[in-house]
């Protein structure tokens, strides 16, 4: 459609150009006017044409167009035309047309690859769009499915409060059931026992044979206070408890492995609390044992699912913590970076956070970190830090470790100025009691 719409208007404009040049041409000379001159019949001619034609022409003089009689006289160029002459051979020379051409050819071209840009960055931007609208899906039912998860443990939790405190209900009404029904059936018999006791008072014949009386023990008054103390308790915070047990990945109980402690690193007997210690600890000598650097790892290994752990590094002005690749090497001085199989966060001079990326960026953070949480999705081959006291993110390593590893941990050398300050492992949310 739009080639056959094209050609049309170039017809039309080709068919505009020739008449206008066919108007504009010399009825003697039949070639564009030079210096074209009007006669009083209004057509035009070429100064020279018409001068030459009066000059051999009989009298009267007339038109060689239209025959009407003029009367020849001093004949003035007619500028007008004369410029739109010029402009008509301009446009109809040959070297015109090819540069015109040209110009076209170039400018379509051009306009073709702008448009062939501009659509691929449509296709880019739909593309884009729909990677979000993918992604976003796939997060909303990740995150569904982790409220489902704790709406479940919740839900589990309270069917079966429900179901204790049901049974036990259940079990003191029974009792007091069974005392009611031992009771009405003592004073039945007794009933029995009056009324054969009166009959023998008025015949006063023989003592009547009575029916054994149950012996009935004295209810138990109903405890209200025993019954509902397990109920009355602070039923969410216990739930929690309970739940935080429950939670996939809950924090792991990890502990320090002493065989893999450099030297200066002193352990606590529960293995829980590192601090690097100017005494060097005889350790017994391990091929696991980091020599050159001030580092340790945990006990515990992962290489599939997803795990979570935190850590407390109270004030001290520097460390380094992450995971480090089991094959990390031990006994060489080597730079942290998941190039050399380590994903560290890192503290230095007190204040500045760093990832432990090559070369390290730089985190800034609002305030002092006292503990981290360490997130490792080993499906996913994510690391990410968090404040475990906001349960904020700090920085995520997208392409983090394959096949094992190790929770990591480098309480640093301490400055002589700073006490040595520990890392301690903690197994349970962190409770901030400042605020
Ligand atoms: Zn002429
Ligand atoms: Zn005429």
Redesign the pocket.
């Known amino acids: 459609m739009a080639a056959v719409a094209a050609a049309a208007a170039a017809a039309a404009a080709s068919s505009t150009r020739r008449s206008l040049k066919e108007d504009l041409t010399c009825a003697i000379c039949c070639d564009l006017f030079r210096e074209p001159v009007m006669?009083s019949?209004?057509?035009h001619f070429c100064k020279s044409c018409i001068s030459r034609y009066c000059r051999g022409a009989r009298t009267p003089v007339t038109?060689?167009?239209?025959?009407?009689e003029?009367s020849p006289m001093q004949f003035q160029t007619n500028y007008l035309v004369a410029a739109m002459v010029e402009k008509v051979r301009a446009s109809t020379s040959d070297a015109y047309v090819k540069k015109l051409e040209n110009q076209l050819r170039e400018t379509l071209e051009r306009q073709h690859v702008r448009k062939e840009d501009i659509s691929s960055s449509i296709r880019k931007d739909k593309d884009k769009m729909n990677t979000i609208k993918r992604v976003g899906t796939d997060l909303q039912a990740r995150v569904k499915g982790e409220f489902r998860a704790l709406h479940r443990i919740l839900q589990d939790e309270e069917t079966c409060l429900l179901e204790q405190l049901r049974r036990e209900q259940e079990e003191e009404l029974q009792k007091a059931q069974c005392h009611l029904e031992a009771s009405e059936l003592a004073v039945r018999e007794l009933e029995s026992n009056i009324q054969l006791l009166q009959q023998a008072q008025v015949t006063l014949t023989e003592f009547p044979q009575l029916r054994p009386c149950a012996q009935v023990e004295a209810a138990s008054d109903f405890n209200t206070n025993a019954f509902s103390n397990k109920y009355l308790a602070p039923l969410q915070y216990i739930t929690w408890r309970r739940m935080f047990k429950s939670l996939k990945p809950g924090p792991s109980p990890l502990t320090f492995d002493v065989d893999t402690a450099h030297p200066s690193i002193y352990v606590s007997r529960d293995k829980m609390i590192a601090v690097e210690c100017e005494v060097i600890t005889p350790h017994k000598s391990h091929s696991k044992r980091f020599l050159q650097c001030v580092n340790i790892l945990a006990a515990q290994s992962f290489q599939s699912g997803r795990h979570y752990w935190e850590v407390e590094v109270g004030c001290s002005p520097k460390w380094d913590l992450g995971v480090a690749s089991e094959a990390v090497n031990r006994h060489a001085r080597i730079k942290l970076s998941p190039e050399s199989g380590y994903w560290t966060l890192r503290l230095r001079n007190g204040n500045e956070y760093w990832a432990g990326t090559q070369p390290w960026t730089r985190l800034q953070l609002g305030s002092p970190l006292q503990r981290i949480g360490v997130y490792l999705d080993c499906d996913e081959r994510r690391v990410s830090f968090y404040d475990a006291d906001e349960m904020s993110l700090l920085y995520t390593f997208c392409s983090g470790p394959r096949g094992k590893v190790f929770p990591f941990f480098s309480p640093c050398i301490s400055d002589s100025r700073h006490k040595p300050q520990l890392i301690r492992l903690l197994h349970y949310p962190p409770v901030a009691l400042s605020n």
């Not at 038109?63 to 009407?68: A, L, V, W």
């Open positions: 006669l019949c209004m057509h038109c060689p167009q239209c025959r009407r003029f």
